[in-house]
Each structure stands twice: as C-alpha cells, then as structure tokens.
C-alpha cells in the first residue's frame, strides 16, 4: 500500500539540519538523477528523500521504456539511481519536507525534525495517487481498494478485480494484475484510451480482461464490520444513457491521475491551477534560486526518462546559480 | 527490543496479553513500503518498550491467516489488546505519525 496523504503537519522543526548548498525535496528518478548531476559538478548537496524512497518508480514492477533496459523492476531501478547518486557525493535522508519558505541565508526547508538553509532548492516531490472520492473508497482502503498493483495484485488470486481509469499506468497494473486474478474489468468513462498505442493491443488480446466503456463507478460496497470483510461489490453508471449497475467484485484499484505533491510550497513558488509547479525553459520556477524537476511540473509527459532528463538540467541550472 | 517475526498461527496466544499493546506487521518480501516501514517499526519497538510489543509476519508463509483477517494489502498493522483487534493501519506511516498513534493507544488501553 502506499502513502496517500500529503504534508501530514506534525509538530514544529525543533533540530538544526544545517546549512547545504542544495537541497533536493523528493526520491524518485528525478531527485536521484539531480543528485548524481549535483555531485559530479561538486555541489555540496542534500536529498530528502521523503517517506517513500524511489517514489512511483519503486512501485513500478517493470519498466520497459527506460533506454538501455528492456524490462527491468522499477525498484531495482530506483535502488540503482540512489546508489549512485550516493556515490557521486550527494547526501541522503530518510526525511519529508513540510514546509519551505524564503529567509535571508536561502530557502529555509524544514522536515518533522529538522530545519536547513540551501541557497537553492530543486522541487523533486513526484505526484501522489489521485483518489475518486466515492462512497465506501476510504472504508475500504486495504480491504479491497487500493492504488497499487504491485503492492497488493497477489492477494487477489483467482478473484475477481475491478480497474478504474484509461491512461499507461491503468492498463499496465491492469496487464500485471491479469497475472493473479481470474477476470480483471476494466472501468473507463470515456470510449477509447488514452494509453500508448502498445499498451492498448495487449489490453485488448488479453482474454481476462473486460472492459466496461463510457462507464464510472459510483460507490464501492462490502462488508465493513466483520474482521475478514471486504468489498463485495460496486455500484456503475452508464455515461451514455445514465442506468445504474451493481457488478459483484473482490477489490478495486485506482488509477486516474496524480495530484502533484506541492503542498509545502504552496507559497514559495507559482502553481498552475492543477497544482503542479509552473516553469520556464523546463526547470526554472517563479524564483532564481528553486528549480522543479519530473512529475512535480507542469510537463506534458510524466516518464521515468523525462523525469531523470529534468533532474540533470536542474542540477546543471543549480550548479551555474551558485558557482558562475 | 526489535521486531519478532512469528507465524500466523503464534497471534492468538501473543494477542491475549492485556498488560501490553500487541502490534502484527504483516508483511511480504516484494513489497517496497513495507522494507520502507520496517525500520520505522524498529525504532518504535525500542521507544515504546514495555507498552507495545512488536511482531511480523510474512503473509506469503501465513496466508491462512492472512486470508481469515482480510488482510488484502500490505503493509497492514493489526493492534491487539486481551485478546480483541483495537486497531489496524494500513499502508506506510511515517515514525512521528505512528508513534503518536500508538501512544495514544496505549494510554486508552493500558492502566498505569
């Protein structure tokens, strides 16, 4: 299962992190390949890695797209990418930023139990899940809904699944979770996909799938009050002619965007309407001394391969900034 | 203190206690937030010594009982107290939010 909330407030920063050249918020390929760039340019740089290091890419079971691997596990990926940044010099910790504001020394980052000073700041913090905010989606979380397939796709072996949304990431955890499942529906509101052409064949030779069209879920219904209870059905809705279906179901995965994880620097740099941090020229925001990189941004593709390509021209941004 | 991976079956005896809190970590080796709870729940189970015990157990070598708790997504914390389920928490918690928990579970179960 993974993290859905979003700049939980703890209580206030009480330790001294330092002072750091620059800081990177996030740990997914952007903030790793940021870290390497940073490293080798010699920049004494830190990366808050979050709560969830690897981001995305970690709950990613494979990636085929990324140049040079074929199919390799989003985790082993993510785990390679922070190695080397590691080694190139950047510093790692475990740490989540909760709010970031101007000072006179800098951008003055704090965590849950830290404060730090950087003289510039790379925005690196990736996009969370999107929820439907649809009855019975909260008291379900973990007893049949969930975001990630590659968490929870074994607990439903020879069971009956329920898949939300038509973009890449839909179909592939819809592909993967054929593996365990006996019959995986596909529910998407419009009457095509939006997913890469590749994706959309395999999808449609796949013969446990079943895709549901012009349809939206309505409510997710089980049974909340014995311990092994879960959901047991959901309800549907025609777009084209509004009628009402209950289709029995053991789980339910979600996937119908992300909603960028902006939240501490709502006040420190531009965001678009959506969220995301506006830029220029790719990496540059509102302010000279903070660069955002990956899905953070307002990018019209969100791949593993942009977001590392982002996060070299932001350390390469940071690195002009503060030494030329 | 650390955290003892037990069997499934070992919850029961384990969950009867009513002088301590009886946390269960279910858990699965392919599973990257639970690697990343893992060492969250280690240093709880120094912190909260004597009030919470931890556990974990693997739902791949357990899936019997993992199956009749309706765990379907991991990681999943179920918290006993003699001998009833109090509480379950479901996905990755972060120290500061989980020790907050659990102390506050602690101090409605627990007397003295």
């Known amino acids: ?324 | 203190m650390a955290t003892t991976r037990i069997k499934g079956s070992d919850i029961d005896a384990l969950a009867a206690r009513s002088d301590r809190i009886t946390l269960v970590d279910f858990t699965a080796t392919w599973c990257g937030p639970c690697r990343m709870i893992h060492p969250v729940l280690e240093s709880l189970s120094a912190r909260l010594k004597g009030r919470v015990d931890f556990y974990e157990v693997d739902v791949d070598q357990s899936p019997k009982e993992a199956n009749q708790l309706g765990i379907r997504g991991v990681p999943t914390l179920i918290l006993y107290h003699g001998g009833r389920e109090i509480d379950r928490v479901v996905g990755f918690r972060d120290a500061g939010s989980l020790e907050a928990h659990l102390t506050g579970l602690a101090d409605t179960h627990l007397t003295g």
């Open chain 1, 1 to 324: 299962m993974i993290d859905l909330r979003l700049g939980v407030v703890d209580a206030p920063a009480s330790r001294t992190g330092g002072e750091v050249e620059l800081l990177i918020a996030g740990g997914g390929p952007a903030a790793w390949t940021a870290g390497i760039y940073a490293g080798r340019y010699r920049l004494d740089t830190l990366i808050l890695a979050g709560h969830q290091p690897g981001g995305q890419l970690a709950l990613t079971h494979a990636i085929e797209n990324f140049p040079g691997h074929s199919n390799v596990s989003g985790q082993l990926l993510a785990d390679e990418m922070r190695k080397q940044a590691e080694s190139a010099g950047a510093r790692v910790a475990e740490d989540q930023v909760e709010s970031a504001r101007a000072g006179e020394e800098g951008i003055v980052i704090a965590t849950t139990s830290s404060e730090y000073t950087a003289r510039a700041l790379l925005i690196a913090t990736g996009a969370a899940p999107r929820k439907l905010g649809i009855p019975g989606e909260d008291a379900f979380y973990g007893r049949g809904v969930s975001y990630c397939g590659t968490c929870d796709a074994p607990f439903f072996r020879d069971r009956r699944v329920l898949v939300v949304g038509g973009g890449d990431t839909a179909i592939k955890e819809a592909l993967y979770l054929t593996e365990y499942a006996s019959e995986v529906v596909v529910v998407h509101r419009r009457d095509e996909l939006r997913a890469e052409p590749v994706l959309r064949e395999r999808l449609l030779s796949n013969d446990r799938i079943t895709m549901l069209w012009s349809t939206t879920l309505l409510e997710i219904r089980g049974d909340e009050d014995s311990a092994s209870g879960g959901v047991t059905s959901v309800l549907l809705e025609s777009v084209r002619d509004g009628s009402k279906t209950t289709e029995p179901i053991d789980g339910v995965f979600v996937f119908i965007g992300w909603d960028p994880a902006t939240k501490p620097f709502r006040g420190l740099v531009e965001l678009t309407p959506d969220g995301a941090v506006s830029t220029t020229g790719g990496v540059r925001t509102s302010r000279p001394d903070v660069f955002a990189a990956g899905d953070v941004r307002d990018t019209d593709l969100r791949q593993v391969v942009t977001a590392a390509a982002d996060g070299a021209r932001a350390a390469f941004a940071a690195y002009r900034l503060l030494r030329e």
